[in-house]
């Protein structure tokens, strides 16, 4: 049993250290367990970044292997707190539409069914804040659980430049809905 889970595990490996071409047929889950990579150019130069976790810090590594090679490195050069809790910290973590006091999720389905966030950035004296789209709001509860920010919802034409035409394309969509144009 355990020469057949170590053996899987390592052709998993070798698909994952693919490189050129291959490095499309990589197909990585969209759980969010966000990990800290280094990336080191040829010249010489580091560069650390975030990335949504393990597999999507591998498939750019195979998709850029020719300039450079990346290593995941401690997460707190990077920024990322694990917290070791399935509550969400911030129990007032609430926006235009609903309170969210509520169990982290382990995983979320992709149902588009976008949601916009307002993610407050930490360490800040004055209000600093920037807006993100998420596939839906199962994905806004993981993020704040795993990065541990404050995070609101917020009317989805918070997240777009042009507001009112999505604001007006919503509301056409639900008079469609409601067969107003019937």
């Not at 597999?55 to 401690?74: P, R």
């Not at 993020?143 to 609101?152: D, I, K, P, Q």
């Amino acid at each position: 049993m355990i020469n057949s889970l170590r053996n899987i595990l390592i052709m998993i490996l070798l698909i994952i250290s693919t490189s050129g071409e291959n490095c499309v047929d990589i197909l990585c889950s969209h759980v969010f367990d966000e990990v800290c990579g280094m990336a080191k150019l040829r010249d010489g130069t580091r560069i650390i970044m975030r990335y949504k976790n393990v597999c999507y810090m591998k498939a750019k590594e195979c998709e850029l292997s020719s300039v450079m090679e990346i290593n995941q490195v401690a997460d707190e050069l990077c920024g990322i707190k694990k917290i070791q809790t399935r509550r969400i910290m911030d129990h007032a973590i609430s926006g235009g539409f609903q309170v969210c006091n509520h169990s982290c999720p382990l995983s979320c389905t992709e149902m588009y069914e976008p949601v916009c966030a307002k993610i407050k950035k930490p360490d800040k004296i004055i209000d600093s804040h920037k807006f993100k789209t998420f596939v839906n709001h199962c994905h806004v509860d993981l993020f704040s659980c795993t990065s541990g920010l404050n995070v609101t919802i917020e009317p989805l034409y918070q997240c777009y430049g042009n507001g009112r035409f999505l604001s007006f394309m919503q509301n056409v969509a639900m008079m469609k809905y409601i067969h107003i144009f019937d």
